[in-house]
């Protein structure tokens, strides 16, 4: 078997070049007619098609500088795009359109009633076209129509009367406006001074100088206090567990001599020590003297001193713990007491600083709406001057047009005829790949090495019966599917492996593609000319007993392997088909195991020396490893895969696996393939014999 990359992908839209010349060719006249057909019609679409002129006139803007008044109504608008921008959308305005309606109504009305249009500021705006001229501070305007004198008027019309437009529009709102802003100037200001002597006494009031210091202060006063607490919350912490000690130990000396704070004491140390000392000596005076001779008793004195020194020093260093044990607490309700008051006293410097943000944010509120208003006070005093200049200046006025912008005809009618030969270049491919889709499954099959044996096209059947396995039937239909069945039957004989294996193992890759039917219809063809034995292999599901109308779980296979009956009892004949039937038999519990039984192999090989071909039903091969058992006795595997059932993509994957995990497939034989008019040769082949 071939070893090919995991990674593939079928090539689905590409066909050999030759092939497509000739698929081209073939339908040459298909193609002809339809470019024909698109070039005929998109020329008589193209004929009907008005002719549209343009005119066009060029006109400058006026900025700041030459003081537009218009511009200047936008607060901050001082960039000439915004001011290009501006006049544009005013040129653009439904109220400007109708205007300019109302000055061309008698042209207007002559002309758009001789051409039946309708002429209304819809009309207009959908004509007309402004642009901005790059790196300048003009604007084309521009307007199309199908009369060029009336073009050429529109476009002057726009440019001479959108200044007087300008000028009407802002006249009525400007005297208005300017009382307005002096009288908001003046109660900004009263707010602004009124705001600032509330900040003046509350700086009074408050004691105020700087109150982001003091809030910083107080935050820094109050951390230095959580430090000092946590300090003394572990020294009495230790304290606790030093008392805990002693009080375990209980006045024993020996068990608070075990405490290391105790005994780490440099007094005790040295008493110890000496002791220590004391005890050697007296060690040395037992080997020379008795108990009762003056140096043993003298030493022995010392001893008893030095232990009650020991413990007199051990409870000046207890009293030493417990005193200090009570400076703590007493220490850490003091700093409790100080991080109370630190904590009121910062809740009160962030009200204040609170309160003193207040004031400041409207003081500048009041300082940025005073400066706005200021700024709107400039914009009214130049609007009264609006009279003084015009908002654009003609530069290069509209001319009647001589030739019309559109449509190109010639340019229209090469498209038309380009479109028309890609149409129908498109609709031949579009065809041939619908009408041959099961090319796509063979190439994925023949990318791994699997051999396509045969296709059976899809039978139409009706009535309770259609979930069954096909047996028999009539019409053309079923004939072809009978001529595609022999077709399989004759590759077999003629492929030099296929035709050596007596045993043919029919298996797919999920549940209901067809299997069962193709079983049944090659044991049928192979009867015509062989002895053939068809076995139900598939102990999960049987539906062979079924479609020859026999009980589904009569004595068969699993009662052979588990020697319940004999094989005369379990095999049978059916007469439609003109083969022996070996049943599924009784269901068992695991399938599994019944096939890979030694007695099963043997069974197989016994039958191959009665009969010429034995046909088994495998179950699906990637729902259980049932197939893959089988297939080691047969030496390989038929698969039926049904190509309306499965999408390319989900037999590449499947494919696949089986490729990754070494599965010898004989063959596949593609299910339910559309079948062209070719096929009905054989239905009148048939009548005709």
Known sequence: MLQQESNFKPIDDEIDLSDLISLFWMKKWFILIVTFSTFVAGFVVIDEMPEVYTASTTVMVKGDKASNPLQSIMSGASSSNEELDTTIKLLKSKQFAKEIILLLDDTSALLHASSQQKWDEVQLLKNLKISTVSRTNMLEISYESEFPSFTALVVNTIANNFVSYQANLMRHDNEKSGDWINSKIEDVKNKLLQEE?????????????????????????????????????????????????????????????????????????????????????????????????????????KIFDTKAQIKSEIKTVINKYTIRMDEVEHL??????????????????????INFDKIKRNIDANIALLASITAKQKEAELLNDINRGGGIIVVDPAVTPRHPIKPKKALLS??????????SVLLVIILHFFADAHRKFRQIAHHYGYKVIGEIPKVKRRGKNKS?????????????????????????????????????????????????????????????????????ADLRDPSIAVALNEPRHRPGLTNILAQTHTFDECIFKDENINVDVLASGLRPMNPLLFLSMKRFENLLKALQNKYDRVILECPPILSVSDALMISKHVG???????????????????????????????????????????????????RAY
């Not at 700093?335 to 204040?352: D, G, P, S, V």
């Open 197 to 301: 002597d509330n900040l003046k006494q509350y700086r009074a009031k408050n004691n105020v100088v700087d109150i982001t210091s003091l809030v910083e202060l107080s935050k820094l006063e109050i951390s230095q206090l959580y430090k000092e607490l946590r300090l003394l919350k572990l020294e009495h912490e230790k304290l606790n567990r030093i008392g805990n000690k002693l009080l375990f130990a209980n006045s024993n000396h020996e068990q608070i001599m075990n405490i290391f704070e105790v005994a780490n004491s440099k007094m005790i140390i040295l008493l110890t020590q000496q002791e220590s000392t004391q005890q050697a000596k007296l060690s040395q005076i037992k080997l020379r003297y008795l108990h009762k001779h003056p140096k043993y008793q003298a030493i022995e004195n």
């Open 414 to 423: 090469v498209l038309s005829l380009v479109m028309g030969f890609m149409l």
């Open 468 to 536: 069954l396995p096909i047996i028999s039937g009539n019409g053309k239909q079923f004939e072809i599917y009978e001529e595609c069945i022999r077709s399989i039957r004759t590759k077999i004989y003629l492929d030099r492996e296929l035709n050596k294996q007596k045993l043919i193992a029919v298996s797919s890759l999920t549940p209901n593609e067809g299997k069962s039917s193709t079983c049944l219809q090659l044991a049928k063809s192979f009867s015509e000319l062989e002895n053939v034995i068809i076995i139900d």
């Open 636 to 686: 390989g595997l038929i698969l039926v895969v049904d190509i309306q059932k499965n999408s390319v993509a989900k037999v590449n994957h499947d494919l696949e696996l089986l490729n990754q995990s070494d599965t010898k497939i004989n063959g596949v034989i593609l299910n339910r393939v559309k079948y062209d008019k070719q096929n009905y040769y054989y239905g009148s082949t048939k």
């Open 332 to 353: 850490i309700k003091a700093i409790n007491l100080k991080i109370q008051k630190a904590n009121e006293k910062l809740e009160l410097a962030i009200t204040k600083r």
